[in-house]
């Protein structure tokens, strides 16, 4: 006789993303676009940074809620840079990367029925969370209006059960960003409702075209909102797991709880780097912005050449173009590119069932490893 697992744990699929990263590497000469993270090395003034901590021995628990200062040069980085106001002293929790802030987040606001809208494609890690509170993810269809939301769809989707909608811009996986437009119609719609909105801004400095709006920024939404940001993209520092949440000081109270007795601090020697990064690195993200949009316009020019129907990516490193012409689900198209060509593409149904007829590619790499990657989709594609 066996324990019973919860079922809702059971229920929980593994990671397309993982599945896939698996077979890519049975493979010496794989050429991986599936990668979520910058290629850029941390800044050495950063590691540096840390070195120093560690030579000064700040290797023990800090503030639950983060080192004072690091708090201080994170407020004063979303003022700076979005014209947001969070006091340091109580709206403000670091925690252990942005999944940290996304968990906690949702598990505070979720109660047994409720109702969560995600415009969809999107980010495949919400939804394992908010089943595991209880709760329903609703999905709105994007990809008839280029990815991007509109306050009608959402509006046509709002019902007693909605409890929060989740806005992730720039998106991954399609690299939609959503204008100052956008978010003020959407705002208008909310402003006096009584839902949450969390807002996962963690590519916000990836905005690749104008400057990046917050929704935390617009009349009567600051007060609801939970905003979710850190340094994994902005500073190419996906390993030292270090984000951000800034919410309102009764909601942060209650978040604060569950960061608390689940997590305790965030590691110290990586919130002295992150200080570092928010107070001697605010231009670090330029230098990759450059890149990112020299390889964006090369493989959109690319894709459009071998006949795909894509829509130009205005933020993150992701670009989604559709497959449905193949005669292909996506999940068999990434696998029998993979097997024949060794390229590694994510399926798009990994981003919910409005992924499907897309696949994702990360332009995360090098300009060398783009062309081969082309080359290789090229000859797959003539195969076919």
Known sequence: MSCTINALVREIKPSTIREISNIASKYEDTIDLTIGQPDFLTPEHIKLAAKNAIDHNHTSYTNNSGILELRKAACDFVNKKYNLNYNYKNEVIVTNGATEAIDISLRTILEQGDEVLLPSPIYLGYEPIIRLCGAKPVYIDTTSNNFVLSAEAVKEHLNDRTKCIILSYPSNPTGTIMTEENLSEISELLSYKNIFVISDEIYSELTLKGVHSSIAGFKNMRDKTILINGVSKSHSMTGWRIGFIFSPGYLNSEIFKLHQYGNTCSCSIS???????????????????????RRRNYIYEELISMGFDVAKPEGAFYIFPCIKKFGMNSFDFSMRLLKKEHLALVPGSAFSKYGEGYVRISYAVSIAKLKEGMERLDEFIKSI
């Open 271 to 293: 919130q002295y780097a992150a200080l570092d990064a928010l107070t001697n690195g605010l231009d670090d993200t330029e230098k990759m912005k450059r890149e990112y949009i």
